[in-house]
């Protein structure tokens, strides 16, 4: 199983589906399409949509 991260386009910071979010209740293993289309970037509030796959 491959993990993906993402990269908030605002502030870099990098959202890793194998390290999830816990601090925001996001578990490790969370696919980027079952963090809730309302979460913000922990760092700068950018939304989910502001984030894009880094190949």
């Known amino acids: 199983m491959s993990y993906r991260k993402y990269c908030c ?3 870099d910071t990098i959202y890793d589906e194998e390290l999830g979010w816990p ?3 996001i578990p490790p293993g969370t696919r980027w ?3 809730p289309d309302d979460w913000t970037c922990p760092e700068c509030s950018a939304s989910k949509s502001d984030f894009y796959l880094v190949e």
């Open 9 to 11: 386009i605002t502030c």
């Open 23 to 25: 601090d925001d209740g």
């Open 33 to 35: 399409e079952d963090v």
